[in-house]
């Protein structure tokens, strides 16, 4: 069965770069998603990348893909205060009519 | 406006209560989705609906019951609520049309005492 696993928590300062992590034990996946939850919100789509690719950047974002150990992480360049949220991954298949696999979250506080 | 809508914000009840969780979407999706949020847990899936005429269980349909009242309103019951039914709940819409991303609502705020 699908199962992704995320940190819990993760602190940085303004200015550093983030990175959360995420690992997945289907190697069947197509896509993998990333998902921000801002206080008192729903999840907005940040970013995603296709199963056969192993690096996205999209501005601040850098997403990189390890599928030999099924481990997907998020990079955040220049943290800013307002990056403070939860952050999911999320997997979809194939096979599956493109339903949403979640991790557990995880909770990217932003000191000043 | 927002394109998904979700009615109450809050809500608190007691046990053994029935209470219904209404979603409104304008984005002329087709598919639209329920899922519960548990802290540390993510989103579990409820319930989904890929048209007006399916509806299919999702990993934690016991204790729910889900109505396709239209392609743009997904409602979600609890016809007996009990004190572990409290959690965060949302809707999601997606389409073909746009890749399937899910678009959630603000989310439903359920407290069963």
């Known amino acids: 069965g699908e199962d992704v696993e995320q940190s819990l928590f993760l602190s940085v300062r303004e200015g550093d770069s983030s990175v959360i992590n995420c690992t997945y034990t289907?190697?069947?996946?197509?896509?993998l998603y990333w998902y921000k939850q801002e206080p008192g919100a729903g999840l907005q789509l940040l970013t995603y990348?296709?199963?056969?690719?192993d690096m996205k950047q999209d501005q601040r974002l850098t997403v990189l893909l390890n599928k030999k150990d099924k481990h997907l992480s998020l990079r955040i360049a220049d943290t800013q205060t307002g990056d403070s949220a939860i952050y999911f991954c999320?997997?979809?298949?194939?096979?599956?009519?493109?339903?949403?696999?979640f991790g557990g979250g995880t909770r990217l506080m932003v000191k000043p | 406006d927002a394109d998904v809508t979700q009615t109450p914000r809050n809500r608190i009840t007691k046990t053994g209560k029935r209470i219904m969780l209404e979603c409104s979407q304008t984005?002329?999706?087709?598919?639209m989705y329920w899922y519960r949020q548990d802290p540390g847990l993510g989103l579990q899936l409820i319930y989904y609906?890929?048209?007006?005429?399916?509806?299919n269980k999702g990993e934690i349909s016991d204790g729910y019951s889900v109505s396709r009242q239209a392609q743009a309103k997904f409602s979600l019951s609890l016809e007996s609520a009990i004190p572990n039914q409290t959690a965060l709940y949302f809707c999601?819409?997606?389409?073909?049309?746009?890749?399937?991303?899910?678009?959630f609502g603000p989310g439903t705020r359920l407290t069963v005492l």
């Open positions: 289907d190697s069947s996946s197509t896509y």
């Open positions: 999601a819409t997606s389409d073909i049309r746009e890749g399937y991303e899910q678009f």
């Open positions: 984005k002329g999706h087709d598919r």
């Open positions: 609906s890929f048209d007006v005429k399916d509806i």
């Open positions: 990348i296709f199963s056969n690719m």
């Open positions: 999320a997997e979809t298949f194939l096979n599956a009519g493109n339903m949403l696999t």
